[in-house]
């Protein structure tokens, strides 16, 4: 716990000495009411507001739900905020703390307190998109496929606000339990301790109505926002038929939806190449600006 601790301290030490000073780096914003944990986001924005109020972008970090932080969007967001953007990046329950649906209860109530405090972040409510990695995407994804689903709202406050969002970018996000492991993989997650028994409160072949209910999959309709899926054809912890699977069901829907397919990337070890991040960019551009 202490090496953790230390090495979130070391990282933010870092980020401090990077933020350019046309940027402001904003921490532990909370955003939740009535919690044992209050839940936190960081804001990174421009120093100096524009006339017109900002597109947001918020990333969502991996960790198989079970770990991870918020600190860890720091680096992907930079880029989005020098071009002006409102970025937050945000931390949800994790699994050991509470099962599905709390984190995307969390990630719902993240999206409605911007909304809340759009004036005081000088944010333009109609214009929020949403980026994850792995658990993270997994999330976006739900973001982007449950604008119409009340029961997974939660009850973190900010209730009279939308959590609807307008873009989603999901880099090699699980999307349907049920059908994971129909793939070559390193990791079984149909086992008791897998990443998503975890997740649900059981293993996914004991639990296949709860797996359901996690499924991005499940809840795609025609009225889903535009979806840009990135994945590795040599994934072997959430394999490429997850991202093949939302993608065919996004586009049978009639859902503007692009898949880009990573050769050799892993498991999200090879995603900063210039091509991805120009066509990163352009997606988001092109549906928030």
């Given at each position: 716990?202490f090496?953790?601790?230390?090495?979130?301290?070391?990282?933010?030490?870092?980020?401090r000495?990077?933020?350019?000073?046309?940027?402001?780096?904003?921490?532990?914003?909370?955003?939740?009411?009535?919690?044992?944990?209050?839940?936190?986001?960081?804001?990174?924005r421009?120093?100096?507001?524009?006339?017109?109020?900002?597109?947001?972008?918020?990333?969502?970090?991996?960790?198989?739900?079970?770990?991870?932080?918020k600190?860890?969007?720091?680096?992907?967001?930079?880029?989005?905020?020098?071009?002006?953007?409102?970025?937050?990046?945000?931390?949800?329950?994790?699994s050991?703390?509470?099962?599905?649906?709390?984190?995307?209860?969390?990630?719902?109530c993240?999206i409605?307190?911007?909304?809340a405090h759009a004036?005081?972040?000088?944010l333009?409510?109609?214009?929020?998109?949403?980026?994850?990695?792995?658990?993270?995407?997994?999330?976006?994804?739900?973001l982007?496929?449950?604008?119409?689903?009340?029961?997974?709202?939660?009850?973190g406050?900010?209730?009279?606000?939308?959590s609807?969002?307008?873009?989603?970018?999901?880099?090699?996000?699980?999307?349907?339990?049920?059908?994971?492991?129909?793939?070559?993989?390193?990791?079984k997650?149909?086992a008791a301790?897998?990443?998503?028994?975890?997740?649900i409160?059981g293993p996914?072949?004991?639990?296949q109505?709860?797996?359901?209910?996690?499924?991005p999959?499940?809840?795609?309709t025609?009225?889903?926002?535009?979806?840009?899926?990135?994945?590795a054809?040599?994934?072997?912890?959430?394999?490429?038929?997850?991202?093949?699977?939302?993608?065919e069901?996004?586009?049978?829907a009639?859902v503007?939806v692009?898949?880009?397919?990573?050769?050799?990337?892993?498991?999200?070890?090879?995603?900063?190449?210039?091509?991805?991040?120009?066509?990163?960019?352009?997606?988001?551009?092109?549906?928030?600006?």
């Amino acid at each position: 716990m202490f090496f953790k601790f230390w090495r979130v301290k070391q990282l933010l030490k870092m980020f401090r000495l990077q933020i350019p000073k046309s940027l402001v780096y904003i921490q532990d914003v909370e955003f939740t009411k009535g919690r044992e944990r209050p839940l936190k986001m960081d804001i990174l924005r421009s120093r100096t507001l524009p006339a017109q109020p900002m597109p947001g972008l918020v990333w969502i970090h991996g960790g198989a739900w079970r770990e991870g932080n918020k600190e860890e969007g720091f680096k992907p967001l930079l880029p989005f905020a020098r071009q002006g953007y409102l970025c937050a990046s945000i931390e949800y329950r994790l699994s050991h703390e509470a099962i599905f649906p709390a984190q995307i209860e969390d990630c719902k109530c993240a999206i409605r307190f911007l909304r809340a405090h759009a004036k005081e972040f000088h944010l333009d409510c109609d214009r929020i998109g949403v980026w994850g990695r792995s658990a993270g995407g997994h999330l976006a994804a739900l973001l982007g496929t449950t604008h119409h689903v009340k029961e997974l709202e939660g009850d973190g406050g900010w209730e009279n606000f939308s959590s609807r969002v307008q873009a989603v970018c999901d880099w090699f996000g699980p999307t349907d339990f049920l059908k994971i492991d129909d793939f070559p993989r390193k990791v079984k997650h149909s086992a008791a301790d897998a990443p998503e028994a975890l997740l649900i409160g059981g293993p996914v072949w004991q639990h296949q109505e709860k797996a359901v209910k996690a499924n991005p999959i499940a809840y795609v309709t025609k009225d889903a926002p535009p979806f840009l899926i990135v994945h590795a054809d040599d994934d072997l912890i959430v394999p490429l038929n997850q991202s093949q699977l939302l993608f065919e069901a996004l586009q049978q829907a009639g859902v503007e939806v692009a898949l880009e397919i990573v050769r050799g990337g892993g498991h999200g070890k090879n995603f900063d190449s210039p091509s991805l991040l120009k066509n990163l960019k352009n997606f988001f551009a092109r549906h928030l600006y």
